[in-house]
């Protein structure tokens, strides 16, 4: 089946720096992307929708400019998560479209700034 | 607004046991209603969406519109069942805004031997 491939599945950084998620998908073409933030025994909030060759659409709350959207090619998004501070740990996954009806996600980044 | 609530963060079944796994939604339409379950250590997988209305795994789960409920259920749970399970809705298919999932909190079902 269709597969999303995220990387690094964990990172740790020191703040001030800047990270970049990778996911890709893998035998498929992903038109759209949607970015995910899982905080410590809570649930999965979506942060923003990925359309390849457009601008990201963020969800309400979410700082577009700390959190950078590239989905330039129909097989890869990247989130880059810029001037990372603590409070930005978190667990990011992101999904891909895969059809009509089917989404598929990726393992999941775990983020540490310290 | 959307919103998926599961009430119960734990669930602890014995073995062979029915288990039902509750998911309330709110959303004025007609929403796509999932259920996602995570194994540990591995990643977010489709269970069952009630469009499709099949049985995965032994689990079922009706859409009741009127209650807006979607729970999960199994007759006999098996250990392997053990793992974290995710409500989550979408907006209806052909909207700009399908595919934006709403997840619950999550429910943790242990299976005893």
């Known amino acids: 089946g269709a597969v999303v491939s995220q990387h690094p599945s964990w990172v740790i950084c020191k703040s001030g720096t800047s990270v970049k998620i990778e996911c890709r998908s893998l035998?498929?073409?992903?038109?759209?992307m949607f970015w995910y933030r899982q905080f410590p025994k809570q649930s999965l909030m979506l942060m923003a929708t990925?359309?390849?060759?457009?601008?990201?659409?963020?969800e309400q709350g979410v700082e577009k400019d700390k959190f950078l959207i590239n989905h330039a090619s129909l097989t890869l998004s990247t989130l880059t998560v810029t001037s990372a501070h603590p409070e930005d740990s978190s667990f990011y996954i992101c999904s891909a479209r895969t059809g009509a009806y089917g989404y598929t996600f990726g393992s999941g980044t775990r983020l540490t700034v310290v | 607004a959307q919103r998926v609530t599961q009430p119960e963060k734990l669930l602890s079944v014995f073995k062979g046991a029915p288990v039902e796994l509750k998911c309330n939604y709110s959303?004025?339409?007609?929403?796509?209603l999932f259920w996602y379950v995570q194994y540990s250590r591995q990643r977010l997988q489709l269970l069952l969406r009630?469009?499709s209305r099949e049985s995965i795994k032994g689990f079922t789960a009706d859409l009741n519109k009127g209650e807006t409920s979607f729970h999960l259920k199994k007759p006999f749970a098996q250990e392997e069942d053990s793992a974290m399970y995710y409500c989550a809705l979408s907006p209806p298919n052909g909207g700009t805004s399908y595919g934006k999932l709403t997840f619950g909190q999550g429910t943790i079902l242990t299976v005893h031997p």
């Open positions: 009630h469009i």
């Open positions: 035998d498929f073409q992903a038109t759209t």
């Open positions: 990925s359309n390849e060759g457009s601008k990201a659409t963020y």
């Open positions: 959303y004025s339409g007609s929403p796509e």
